[in-house]
């Protein structure tokens, strides 16, 4: 009874709180918090810094933080700071992607407190310790192994290199392959201290009061300060990582309290041995005088240029085509009508069609997978960020179905929606599976506040929800026609309809562009 009680109060008490609620500490860090009453609670730190404002010198650094995350602080060891971890009884993890660096929290509201501070420790007074770093080098030759053996985690690395010519968005999310004995302890600690600024920050939460929220973030958050940072990466700081890993590393035993290497703790997470073939200390040996400053990579935007790559591979079971244009940005109001399309387009695996509501009436399915049994997996796909979209199809198939056969089968599905009025109920049906989505994955605390933190970091604004569904339900066959014109239509010159095109298999499609423009796509 009595816990009925205090849970009573706990409801009653948050249905009088708003739905939404920032404050801006005077260092210019933002603290957020959604209205959600229940025992659990989330928190995250969400940090702009990622694998798209690196450079040729610091490349690797975001996946190697992360990868360190809750290792040894300033005021923690490791063994302390995995105590810690184990002591709050939730689940506490770390995420690098291109735009941002996520550490997060999601445990029962008593340990709100406890939770950030671990979370402010980590994020804020790694150690990076050079033993640490050696340690990590293993690992990441065995998660690049691990990843560059799959095509469905390698290859979207590597039309991301193709489409944005390996510089920006360009950059994997992994450490390249030639930068693993190259990345030094002096290394991190630079790009660590350029990047790690409030301004740049965010701290986000659902199940927490505001007014404990920003109380907390004061504490542990209220003294950094928005030094300037003139240079990314000094000269010392490089020469130093580039004369220590001259030779290559001894290997060491993992130290018993090292956190197992977590290969699928981002979606987005792929690594290429086909990035950055040539050799990075070449590169620094002939490169120019100066480092990028801060400011020119925090505002350089990315610059999609398109293009066409094969990768000869005769051992693998299936052959592979990837197909992609520039889509719109996160802030532009036609990103709700390309989900959309992305949604009709749909497809999936040739097992995994499932029941009503799965996709199974989507274009791809009824058009290829159901029609053609020689391609194994076709889906549509788009890769939103806060200045462009990757939006395409791809198909894996037995390789003696043809690659040309299938990009003609890709470029025909994309046309159809150039050339022919998309009918009212299937439409309708595409704006209801969108929603549905959103909002079942909305139910989970976690994935709340991951969305309200990269929301206010990549965008600087809250978008609720219902004003989602809102747009959604006012997209219509126009504004597909429109979005799908803007991406890939022929008839106006724009770089954006420069296509992207991937095949990993047997053979190359010599005539891609022939095939693209007999549907009318591209340039």
């Known amino acids: 009874m009595k816990r009925a009680r205090a849970l009573t109060r706990v409801l009653s008490t948050a249905a009088t709180q708003p739905a939404f609620q920032q404050t801006v500490l005077p260092n210019k860090l933002r603290v957020a918090t959604q209205n959600a009453p229940g025992h659990f609670a989330s928190v995250g730190v969400f940090v702009d810094v990622g694998t798209r404002y690196e450079s040729a010198l610091t490349a690797g650094s975001s996946h190697f933080l992360d990868r360190l995350a809750y290792k040894s602080t300033k005021t923690r060891s490791a063994d302390e700071m995995m105590a810690a971890v184990d002591g709050i009884s939730g689940q506490i993890v770390s995420s690098a992607s291109r735009e941002s660096m996520m550490y997060q929290s999601s445990h029962f509201a008593q340990h709100t407190d406890k939770a950030v501070e671990i979370l402010a420790d980590a994020a804020l007074n790694p150690t990076l310790a050079e033993e640490e770093v050696e340690e990590q080098r293993d690992a990441s030759?065995?998660?690049?192994?691990?990843?560059?053996?799959?095509?469905?985690?390698?290859?979207?690395?590597?039309?991301?290199?193709?489409?944005?010519?390996?510089?920006?968005?360009?950059?994997?999310?992994?450490?390249p392959e030639d930068r693993i004995?190259?990345?030094?302890?002096?290394?991190?600690?630079?790009?660590?201290?350029?990047?790690?600024?409030?301004?740049?920050?965010?701290?986000?939460?659902?199940?927490?009061?505001?007014?404990?929220?920003?109380?907390?973030?004061?504490?542990?958050?209220?003294?950094?300060?928005?030094?300037?940072?003139?240079?990314?990466?000094?000269?010392?700081?490089?020469?130093?990582?580039?004369?220590?890993?001259?030779?290559?590393?001894?290997?060491?035993?993992?130290?018993?309290?090292?956190?197992?290497?977590?290969?699928?703790?981002?979606?987005?997470?792929?690594?290429?041995?086909?990035?950055?073939?040539?050799?990075?200390?070449?590169?620094?040996q002939n490169e120019p005088s100066g480092v990028p400053s801060f400011a020119e990579l925090?505002?350089?935007?990315?610059?999609?240029?398109?293009?066409?790559?094969?990768?000869?591979?005769?051992?693998?079971?299936?052959?592979?085509?990837?197909?992609?244009?520039?889509?719109?940005?996160?802030?532009?109001?036609?990103?709700?009508?390309?989900?959309?399309?992305?949604?009709?387009?749909?497809?999936?695996?040739?097992?995994?069609?499932?029941?009503?509501?799965?996709?199974?009436?989507?274009?791809?399915?009824?058009?290829?997978?159901?029609?053609?049994?020689?391609?194994?997996?076709?889906?549509?796909?788009?890769?939103?960020?806060?200045?462009?979209?990757?939006?395409?199809?791809?198909?894996?198939?037995?390789?003696?179905?043809?690659?040309?056969?299938?990009?003609?089968?890709?470029?025909?599905?994309?046309?159809?929606?150039?050339?022919?009025?998309?009918?009212?109920?299937?439409?309708?049906?595409?704006?209801?599976?969108?929603?549905?989505?959103?909002?079942?994955?909305?139910?989970?605390?976690?994935?709340?506040?991951?969305?309200?933190g990269r929301q206010l970091l990549l965008q600087e604004e809250r978008v609720t929800v219902s004003d989602m569904t809102d747009k959604i339900r006012a997209v219509t066959a126009d504004d597909l026609h429109e979005v799908a014109e803007m991406m890939y239509g022929a008839t106006m010159t724009n770089s954006g309809r420069q296509p992207t095109i991937l095949l990993q298999g047997r053979e190359d499609v010599a005539d891609w562009k022939e095939t693209l423009f007999a549907y009318g796509l591209g340039r």
């Open 298 to 452: 925090a505002s350089k935007a990315a610059q999609y240029t398109g293009g066409h790559r094969f990768i000869h591979d005769t051992k693998g079971d299936f052959s592979h085509v990837y197909l992609a244009f520039l889509g719109p940005h996160l802030r532009s109001p036609n990103i709700y009508a390309m989900a959309t399309l992305q949604i009709l387009l749909g497809g999936g695996g040739a097992f995994s069609a499932g029941g009503p509501g799965k996709g199974m009436f989507s274009r791809l399915y009824t058009n290829i997978l159901n029609r053609h049994s020689q391609v194994e997996h076709c889906q549509s796909f788009q890769h939103i960020y806060s200045d462009a979209t990757l939006f395409g199809l791809f198909a894996s198939f037995a390789p003696n179905a043809g690659a040309s056969v299938v990009l003609a089968h890709l470029a025909n599905q994309l046309g159809f929606i150039l050339h022919s009025p998309v009918p009212r109920q299937e439409l309708q049906r595409a704006k209801n599976q969108l929603m549905s989505a959103l909002v079942m994955a909305l139910e989970s605390r976690a994935v709340e506040v991951e969305d309200l």
């Open 141 to 175: 030759r065995w998660e690049l192994r691990e990843l560059t053996s799959k095509p469905d985690s390698n290859l979207p690395e590597v039309l991301h290199d193709i489409a944005f010519s390996g510089e920006t968005l360009g950059r994997s999310v992994l450490c």
């Open 181 to 284: 004995d190259v990345v030094s302890s002096a290394t991190l600690h630079e790009f660590h201290r350029t990047w790690y600024r409030p301004d740049r920050m965010v701290l986000a939460a659902a199940g927490v009061p505001h007014e404990q929220l920003v109380e907390l973030a004061t504490k542990h958050f209220g003294h950094l300060e928005n030094a300037p940072q003139e240079l990314l990466g000094s000269t010392e700081a490089v020469n130093n990582s580039t004369s220590q890993r001259t030779q290559p590393p001894t290997p060491l035993l993992t130290s018993s309290n090292s956190s197992s290497s977590s290969v699928y703790k981002t979606l987005s997470r792929a690594a290429s041995s086909y990035l950055y073939p040539p050799s990075l200390l070449s590169q620094q």
